[in-house]
Structure formats: structure tokens, C-alpha cells
């Protein structure tokens, strides 16, 4: 039987991943949310944490350790990281941008917007710039339909986009080159 | 100026943090029921007071609070559902954003009406920023012993934790929401067992809105009897609603319920009428869910009533000829909006966002959206049109979670009242594939 890695589902590095010392502790205390027998409901807090800090996607690798972490099989994990979209399961750019398609987003020029980035990129929705710095991708409803259109990058919120803004917005991110982008840490979160 | 008695601090300098909400009467009320009243008496005034489950179907939330299995001892959990997801909707955002030591406020007078020790805020991934304001509240909240064991001394205890969404529309249904926080894919459970009696981790649970759990804290504040007083018949109260879409101010206003659909659009206190001075052409007032109405309907029945925003009025004409009040998400399209093109997106949406557990959903959106496609790209045919009626027929009702319905009603309300749009499409191809360059505005 083929396994979902021959799928190409998803990547394996064969790389040994592991959170540092102070996001382990926060984990810890994030399982203790949950009755002592229910560890597994932290997973989605959990691979939040993964993705952003072990390299911006969900390996096999990442998967496999956050199971252990939970005492939970890999297929827990691997069915719940194919579920929910925020988690990508192939490498990204530094920067993932995702831009609202939803009505009324559209109804605002969304759809304007998009184009915009795709040529400013010069890549098709789903694809990464071949600098990695940039991944450009498509999202459902954002819960912003009052400032539409809107986008976010790196899951910061990005609101009454103009091709204008987008033009400064990807000028900025170019210059700061390789400096890591300024986040919120999820681990810092709950 | 209509009545705002849910928001009404939210311009104050300050206000999402304790001391600032704590020096406007904030927890003011959960002090008075910590105090001074019995669980029971709580849930007497939440009946009472009328209210209704403000996330998108309207239940009154006395009830829903009244069948919570409380006899077997078990340990019961609240659960708040702040994953906000239905297109058209951003109001539990705004509140929280805004006003986050209210909803906290809310859910103590909640969980303790209810006998709950732990609850949780489900928010959606996607609003991360959002996470970290109610994370700062909560965290002061229990520096000021408002939160945690034995609170101000009343011998109730009550934790809040929040948990994160991953991106799934379908985790705001409450049990897709309950397998969600268990670890799960958001697959929605089979009801019964309904989650009064087998909810989170097959424990006694209420699930409720953001929204509604905020507005118990102004039923305490005014009482009951004043709180049922405000609002129409069985719509009690205040309803916050988003507006978006081809108006001049788009954005959140707290409604008291009973306000005229026609105010609502053309008043400059709310949405201040259509952008550029077009006219308007349809309604969606309750999310993307909720059938979609023609500028005639949406401000008048088909008896040639004004039409309010109740739950009641927006109703009225059944499917035929009325919509519902939903989720308060309104969206607003003005003459040149392509209703053929705003179908297929939102099916396009439900095809995304179906969990793919019931074949109607799945395999009917999955249908749905292409078909669509095609009729909107000027490649379709006039059978097309009467394939998708079928379809949504049949994929409405035949699943074990409304989004099935949520899915079907936007297609079939489209094609009952626009259907010349659809038919224009099959019959002018030339013309319809020129003029949609990639946008819902270029419809002329």
C-alpha cells in the first residue's frame, strides 16, 4: 500500500526538528488548559507554534514531533493538518499573502487586487517567488467585510487595500531583505 | 439616534483595559450576580429578557441555556463561539477588539447561571490580534480576582482558556466547533445527543455567540422586563449588524431591533445609502447564507409592509418573498453588482468550506460551483439553470448540519428572483464574456 508521503501529500525532510526550551515550557502549560486525559486538543495551538517557528510550513518531520509531544499516532495530526487551511503543508516564501475572494470583498475590487499582486510578483496564485521571499494564496472570508478588500501577510491583517498600497507594502518587505519579519508569537498567545 | 445599550462604552479612551472598564461600571453586573442572585435567578432573566442566539440562527438563549443537563452532576463546560466566519460578518470582531472585558464580564454571569467552571473562547485562527486582546483581558482579569478560584470572595471558581481555529468555516457549527477543540477535523456531530447532554469531551455544554453572551451583561444591568421592552414583539433588544458591500459607511452599528430595513441603508447614522450615488439592487441582510433579496423586497413585504429589521419581518413571505435576519451580516449591492457572478463566488465558497462528511453537500457543491462557472463565463445553457434549483433541492435538508441549507438557499434565492440574469447569460455569451474582466462591478 502506498503511504500519504508517496502522495506527495506532503513533505519529509528527514530532519530532526525540536522547539526551543521556552516554547516547550509555554506548550506545557497550554496542554494543562485541557483535562489531563485530553491532551490532543491542544494540537491546533500547537501546530500553530509549529508552523511559525520550525520553519513556516508542516513537514512530515513536524507532524511526527508534534504527535509525540502529544502522545498522540501521526495520522491525528496529518488528518487535522489537512483540514484546516491556515497550515500549509509545503515550503512557503518569508512572506505568505493571502488575499480575500470571498463576495464582499469582490464586490470592493478583491478581485482587482489580486491581479495586482500577481503581476507585482510575477507568480500564480498558490506559487512562491523564486527568491522565497514571497508566497501569494487565495483565502475565504477573512471576517473583514467592512474594510474590503482585504489580505493578510503572515496572518496580519492588511485592510482597504488600493494597488497603490500594495505597491508600498511589497517596496517595504523587498528593503528589509533578510530580516526575519516582526510577528506575534502564537507560543505567547495563551 | 436609536438605542445602544450593549456598545455604549465603546468610544472611551481606554476602554479595553480593566481599570478604564472597571471605572465605567464595568463588572458591576457579574458583582451584583456573584453577590446578590442564585444561578437560577440568572437564567430566569435571560428567558425573560428574550433573547436570541445572535450568531446566525436566532434561538432563544433561555432555552437554549434550560435543557443543560444539570441533574447527573457531570462537570459542564461554556463554550463561546467567536470563530466568526460567515461572509458579510466582522461584528464579534469589533466587539472583542473593542470591548473585550465585556465579553469576559458576560461569560462569568454566564458560567455561573450555568454551574460551569471552565470555558472556552473558540476564535478563528485568522484573528490572531484578536487572541492576543482577549489574552491581555483575561490575564487582568484574574490579576483582579475577577477570574480563577473563588471569585471576590462569592466561592465560584471559573477558568477561561482560549483555543484556536485553524481556518474552517465550518467550526462555527457547534459541534463541529466541539470536535475542533477536542483535537479534530471540524466533521459537525449527528444530533442527538444534542451538546446540552454530550458536548466537549461528552460533558454537558452550552455554545454560544460572542455576541449573546455580551448582551447578558446589559440584561442584568437594565433588567429583564427593560431589556424585553426594547427591540419588537419576540425580536427583543439590540442587534449589532455589519454592514458592507456598495454602500457610503460600511461598518458595525448596534441596532435596536424594529428599525426600518429602508433607514438602515439610506440613514447617514448607518449605512448612508449606495456609493456613487447608484441605486440599489439586493440585499443579503444575515451572512451569505441567507437568501438574497431585490432592492423591493428587502424594503418591503410583498403585502407592501415596510420591512424591519426583526427577525420576524425579515422572515415574512417565507422563502418566497422573505429572507432572514441571520448572522446581522448585511451586504449590499448596488445596480451593477452581477448576481450570477456573486453566486458563483459564494458557492465556490461552500465548495471550499464543505467538511465533506454528508454526499449532498459535497458532491453538491462540488456541482453546483461549476456549473455556475460555466453560466457566468458565458458557456451555459438554459437547462443549466433549472439543474441548480434541482440540485439545491436536494442538497437542502439532506444533511446532518445546516451548512448543507447554508450552501442551497444562496443559489435558489438568486435564481427565484434574479433569473432573467441567468438566462441573459445563456442567451448573450459575447456580451457576458467581454464584460466580466475579473469583477463582481463590472456588470452594465
Not at chain 1, 124 to 150: I, Q, Y
Not at chain 2, 330 to 357: K, L, P
Not at chain 2, 396 to 419: K, L, M, Q, Y
Amino acid at each position: 500500500m502506498k503511504n500519504l508521503i508517496d502522495h506527495k501529500l506532503f513533505v519529509k525532510e528527514n530532519k530532526m526538528v525540536e522547539f526551543s526550551a521556552d516554547t516547550l515550557k509555554r506548550i506545557g502549560d497550554i496542554i494543562l488548559h485541557y483535562p489531563g486525559d485530553k491532551k490532543k486538543s491542544a494540537l491546533l495551538p500547537v501546530l500553530h507554534i509549529a508552523q511559525q517557528e520550525l520553519g513556516g510550513y508542516l513537514s512530515v518531520d513536524i507532524m511526527d514531533y508534534v504527535a509525540s509531544l502529544l502522545e498522540i499516532q501521526p495520522i491525528e495530526v496529518y488528518e487535522v493538518a489537512t483540514f484546516y487551511s491556515m497550515f500549509h503543508l509545503e515550503p512557503v516564501g518569508k512572506y505568505v499573502i493571502e488575499v480575500c475572494q470571498t463576495g464582499p470583498c469582490a464586490l470592493c475590487g478583491g478581485e482587482h487586487i489580486l491581479d495586482h499582486l500577481k503581476k507585482v510578483l510575477g507568480i500564480t496564485t498558490g506559487k512562491t517567488t523564486t527568491d522565497k521571499m514571497f508566497t501569494l494564496k487565495t483565502v475565504e472570508c477573512l471576517g473583514a467585510c467592512g474594510t474590503a478588500p482585504v489580505m493578510q501577510i503572515n496572518t496580519e491583517f492588511y485592510e482597504s487595500m488600493t494597488t497603490e498600497k500594495i505597491d508600498r507594502i511589497i517596496e517595504d518587505l523587498k528593503n528589509k531583505g533578510n530580516q526575519k519579519p516582526s510577528e506575534t508569537r502564537w507560543a505567547e498567545l495563551f | 439616534m436609536g438605542r445602544v445599550i450593549l456598545t455604549d462604552k465603546i468610544g472611551i479612551p481606554g476602554i479595553r483595559d480593566f481599570a478604564v472598564y472597571r471605572a465605567h461600571g464595568g463588572y458591576s453586573n457579574a458583582e451584583k450576580v456573584l453577590k446578590e442572585m442564585t444561578p437560577a435567578d440568572v437564567s430566569r432573566e435571560v428567558t425573560k429578557s428574550g433573547l436570541r442566539g445572535r450568531g446566525g440562527a436566532g434561538f432563544p438563549t433561555g432555552l437554549k441555556w434550560s435543557f443543560l443537563d444539570r441533574k447527573t452532576g457531570k462537570s459542564r463546560y461554556l463554550v463561546c463561539n467567536a470563530d466568526e466566519s460567515e461572509p458579510g460578518t466582522f461584528k464579534d470582531r469589533y466587539l472583542m477588539e473593542h470591548l473585550p472585558h465585556l465579553l469576559i464580564e458576560g461569560l462569568i454571569i454566564s458560567s455561573f447561571a450555568l454551574g460551569v467552571k471552565t470555558c472556552y473562547i473558540y476564535v478563528r485562527g485568522e484573528f490572531r490580534y484578536i487572541i492576543g486582546i482577549l489574552k491581555q483581558a483575561i490575564d487582568e482579569a484574574y490579576r483582579q480576582k475577577f477570574l480563577g478560584e473563588n471569585i471576590l470572595g462569592t466561592g465560584f471558581s471559573l477558568d477561561i482558556f482560549l483555543h484556536p481555529g485553524g481556518g474552517a468555516y465550518i467550526c462555527g457549527e457547534e459541534t463541529a466547533m466541539l470536535e475542533s477543540l477536542e483535537g479534530k477535523r471540524g466533521n459537525p456531530r449527528i444530533k442527538p445527543p444534542f451538546p446540552a447532554y454530550k458536548g466537549l469531551y461528552n460533558y454537558p455544554t452550552v455554545v454560544n455567540n460572542v455576541e449573546t453572551l455580551a448582551a447578558v451583561v446589559p440584561i442584568i444591568g437594565m433588567g429583564a422586563d427593560a431589556y424585553a421592552r426594547t427591540g419588537v414583539g419576540k425580536s427583543t433588544g439590540t442587534k449589532l449588524i455589519s454592514a458592507c458591500g456598495n454602500i457610503n459607511n460600511p461598518g458595525v452599528y448596534e441596532i435596536e431591533l424594529g428599525l426600518p430595513v429602508e433607514d438602515f441603508i439610506f440613514s447617514e447614522e448607518y449605512c448612508g445609502g449606495i456609493k456613487y450615488g447608484k441605486r440599489l439592487k439586493a440585499v443579503v441582510p444575515g451572512g451569505s447564507s441567507v437568501p438574497v433579496l431585490p432592492a423591493e423586497l428587502i424594503l418591503h413585504t410583498l403585502k407592501g409592509e415596510q420591512r424591519l429589521m426583526t427577525y420576524e419581518s425579515l422572515a415574512e413571505g417565507g422563502f418566497d418573498s422573505g429572507t432572514m435576519l441571520g448572522s446581522g451580516g448585511f451586504i449590499v449591492y448596488d445596480e451593477d453588482a452581477c448576481m450570477v457572478r456573486n453566486t458563483w463566488n459564494f458557492t465556490r465558497f461552500y465548495r471550499h468550506e464543505s467538511c465533506g462528511q454528508c454526499s449532498p453537500c459535497r458532491e453538491g457543491t462540488a456541482w453546483m460551483e461549476p456549473v455556475l462557472r460555466r453560466i457566468e463565463q458565458g458557456d451555459g445553457k438554459y437547462s443549466d439553470i433549472d439543474l441548480l434549483v434541482s440540485i439545491a433541492d436536494k442538497i437542502e435538508g439532506n444533511t446532518i448540519c445546516p451548512f448543507g441549507d447554508a450552501a442551497a438557499w444562496p443559489v435558489s434565492s438568486a435564481i427565484r428572483h434574479f433569473r432573467h440574469e441567468f438566462e441573459f447569460h445563456v442567451e448573450h455569451p459575447e456580451i457576458v464574456k467581454n464584460m466580466h474582466h475579473g469583477s463582481l462591478i463590472q456588470y452594465r
